[in-house]
């Protein structure tokens, strides 16, 4: 069974150091999240947050302009030729996303997708995949997915769930599979994945080829390799993993830091305590400090 461990795309979150952390810890694959694809070509914005040292990197690419979202490719894949693969986002809900047509608002134009992905595959040499929401139902869906498979992109990254149901109720695995088995490239299946051995049980079930983890991998970087941390100590550790793969680079952000932070010693009892505190943390020093501190104080 060949398949890959996907670290989704999050925006905010998954920056290089976390990318890395989840390399580390058994992920296969990761992806930058949510490039847009206009500030690109504009000049505006340029890929600073991706190493060399980062394997099977993809990019995701966010807009509603076949051409510019094509251009962007281009750009980038000159600018960071080490990147593997790349990615259009149709499924972005947030309202920042969609009131410029892109994201999931180009469900609805399943053309457009079409075009933008022949764009994307004109300019770059490397893998092209899209990634959606269920469109309304199963059949809508199968149709998409069936349409956009005549632009000759590599896979399909599907998350069980409708833009409007956000990230409520559960992802629609069964929907998924009818997706995979009518489809003829490659399904990447997302959503409510926790454990490394879940998401192998789905490709091992046939529900789809390889699998890709958000929210649970936020938390928990070891998933990819069925580990967890369990004791405040094994939580601590990778926090300090997170900063010392980044310093290797650069000073991490007292916002980046923090976020893991909280993210990683969530079920530890006292870190909620913490959370108003580490909002006033001014370094890296002082967020660790104050951790250790509460540590000390909740043997
Ligand atoms: C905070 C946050 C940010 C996200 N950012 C992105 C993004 O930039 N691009 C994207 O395609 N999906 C994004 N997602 C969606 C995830 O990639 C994933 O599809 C979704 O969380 C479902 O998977 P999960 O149940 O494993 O979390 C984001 C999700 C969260 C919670």
Request: hydrophobic letters at 35%; aromatic letters at 8%.
């Amino acid at each position: 069974m060949i398949y890959k461990s996907y670290l989704a795309p999050i925006d905010e979150y998954s920056d290089f150091a976390f990318r890395l952390l989840c390399q580390r810890h058994g992920a296969d694959a990761t992806c930058i999240p949510l490039v847009n694809s206009m500030a690109i070509v504009q000049g505006k914005l340029s890929i600073v947050d991706a190493k060399e040292k980062e394997r099977n990197l993809g990019v995701q690419i966010v807009g509603n302009d076949p051409k510019i979202i094509g251009k962007a490719c281009e750009i980038i894949s000159m600018e960071k030729p080490f990147l593997s693969w790349f990615n259009l986002n149709c499924g972005c809900p947030s309202s920042r996303t969609m009131d410029s047509g892109g994201g999931s608002a180009m469900l609805a134009y399943p053309k457009k997708i079409s075009q933008a992905l022949s764009e994307m595959k004109k300019k770059v040499d490397k893998p092209v995949s899209v990634k959606i929401r269920v469109k309304t139902n199963r059949k809508y869906t199968i149709k998409l997915c069936k349409e956009l498979v005549k632009t000759e992109i590599d896979s399909i990254i599907l998350h069980g769930r409708t833009p409007k149901q956000g990230y409520s109720g559960k992802a629609d695995w069964e929907l998924i599979r009818a997706v995979s088995s009518e489809v003829d490239i490659p399904i990447i299946g997302n959503g409510d994945i926790v454990s490394l051995s879940q998401g192998k049980g789905y490709v091992e079930d046939g529900y789809c080829d390889s699998f890709m983890v958000g929210r649970a991998a936020m938390s928990n970087p070891m998933l990819f390799s069925d580990e967890k941390p369990e004791s405040f100590d094994d939580k601590i550790k990778l926090l300090e993993e997170y900063v010392e793969i980044h310093r290797k680079y650069s000073e991490p952000s007292v916002k980046h830091v923090r976020s893991k932070a909280i993210n990683f010693l969530s079920g530890v009892d006292w870190a909620a305590k913490l959370r108003n505190s580490l909002s006033r943390a001014k370094s890296v020093v002082e967020i660790l400090t104050m951790i250790e501190k509460q540590a000390e104080e909740n043997p």
